[in-house]
């Protein structure tokens, strides 16, 4: 039996907004929908919303007695819009949170209609297959020297920082984690959550962990210990000294390259040299990569270190289903039903390949270096460093109360700056929009050195 395309809405006795996802029904909701995102960012007009958390209108009722019928999606959607903060507005630029392509947003819209569930193959055969091609070529591209690499799925860095630490359990026992003071907080979380010591804290000089320090922690742990390295911190976009790192031989090694994995689509791939040696690596794809949240990548430089994760359930992975053929996908992720976000990453790959998203990568880190050039030239403003992935972490000389600022900017909805503690507390531009060029940056400094006056 074939489903026409333009199958109709719901059963007469179902409510009109009941229709499934048929292309028909969705083609009818998505121009009212893309109609709504557009008036509700003219509505906001700028980065964020004026007025902070209590200006936000709130839909008049979200769970009503009688829904109010398909017109609610473009409710929602303008609500929303009207209320974000838009990464495609160049002054939204506190965070690692970047603008979406317009081919990943529509490869998702797929992956929703169909709903594929990655848990096992009668769920999603084409999808599955997919995910393995995306999963093949992004771990060939963080280990191209490796015999056997692998990779996962994952929901982004956290996820992917607690898969390192999992597998090093695994393999080697109850394992120390030992990670510099500038790696990001999901690895003692991690590390809480598999009953593990809390991570021994090595100190970090401009960001990056002293070797000589881990040095000395390494010697000072008794058992096996496990390294995290950044590849990219999130205060400052640093890169760790992978190479010094390496060298010192943990019994395992993550490097969180969340963020500076994006250098492996560029000629600059150089700059993560050392991370070949890692056990683990992670990659966010949401980051450099501009994929709808969430696109994460959790690589093995070996294969075979992700048999720990094997899981069996009967009704998803039964042996003999198994022995006749039928991949086995409960051990590719610790969740059960999975949305398919290898579906965006696949369309995103294909329609811009490496030199595609290498030149994405390269625009912001240009803009980054012209940036922070601009620094240097006002007098009235103090970079922190040269930046060396996209973070641009500065503030206004002399007195200046900087998180008082930072938030006057959010309120008046003029501009939306991260904040950085490296020794005081810094303003931080983490630029992801690859369209941007310093220009646009210009006036924003400007602003920010003026409200200091
Ligand atoms: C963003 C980031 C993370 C966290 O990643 P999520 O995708 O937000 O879970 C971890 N480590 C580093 C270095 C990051 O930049």
Not at 63 to 85: I, T, W
Not at 312 to 325: F, I, K, P, V
Not at 388 to 416: H, K, M, Q, W, Y
Request: with cysteine.
């Amino acid at each position: 039996m074939s489903v026409p395309h333009d199958a109709p809405a719901a059963p007469a006795q179902l409510p009109g907004a009941a229709s499934l996802a048929t292309p028909g029904a969705v083609r009818g909701l998505i121009g009212p929908l893309l109609d709504a995102l557009a008036d509700g960012a003219a509505a906001r007009g700028g980065p964020l919303p004026a007025g902070g958390p209590d200006a936000l209108g709130p839909l008049a009722e979200v769970l009503p007695e009688h829904g109010v019928g398909v017109g609610a999606v473009a409710e929602v959607a303008r609500l929303l819009a009207a209320g974000s903060a838009d990464p495609a507005d160049p002054w939204c630029a506190a965070h690692l949170h970047c603008p979406p392509l317009a081919v990943a947003v529509a490869a998702d819209l797929a992956a929703s209609a169909l709903n594929p569930s990655m848990d096992s193959w009668d769920q999603a055969p084409s999808a599955s297959a997919l995910e393995r091609q995306v999963t093949d070529a992004l771990a060939r591209l963080c280990y191209p020297d490796a015999a056997e690499p692998d990779a996962l799925i994952t929901t982004g860095g956290s996820d992917s920082n607690l898969h390192g630490l999992l597998l090093a359990r695994e393999k080697h026992g109850r394992i120390t984690p030992v990670c510099g003071r500038n790696a990001h907080h999901s690895v003692a979380r991690a590390a809480w959550l598999l009953g593990l010591p809390a991570p021994l804290l090595v100190d970090c000089a401009d960001d990056r962990v002293r070797p000589a320090a881990l040095a000395a922690a390494l010697a000072s742990v008794e058992g096996p210990v496990a390294v995290v390295a950044t590849a990219g911190t999130t205060n400052s976009g640093s890169i760790d000294p992978l190479p010094e790192i390496a060298a010192l031989g943990a019994d395992w090694l993550h490097v969180d390259a969340a963020y500076g994995g994006g250098l492996l689509f560029t000629a600059d791939r150089g700059l993560l040299a050392g991370m070949e040696a890692a056990d683990s690596v992670a990659l966010d794809l949401h980051k450099f990569g501009w994929q709808p949240i969430a696109a994460g990548l959790f690589a093995v430089r070996e294969a075979a270190d992700l048999r720990a994760m094997a899981a069996s359930a009967d009704y998803l992975n039964a042996d003999d289903d198994t022995e006749a053929g039928l991949p086995d996908l409960l051990g590719r992720s610790l969740r059960t039903s999975r949305r398919p976000d290898a579906v965006k990453i696949a369309a995103t790959l294909r329609a811009l390949g490496r030199h595609g998203l290498g030149a994405l990568v390269e625009a912001c880190r240009t803009t980054a270096a012209r940036v922070a050039d601009a620094v240097e030239a006002n007098p009235e403003l103090e970079l922190w460093a040269r930046p060396e992935l996209s973070t641009v972490v500065f503030r206004p000389t002399g007195e200046c109360d900087v998180a008082a600022l930072r938030r006057r900017l959010l309120d008046e909805g003029r501009a939306v700056l991260g904040r950085a503690r490296l020794g005081g507390l810094w303003l931080k531009l983490t630029l992801l929009h690859p369209h941007t060029t310093a220009a646009d940056y210009l006036p924003l400094l400007d602003l920010v050195a003026k409200a200091a006056r």
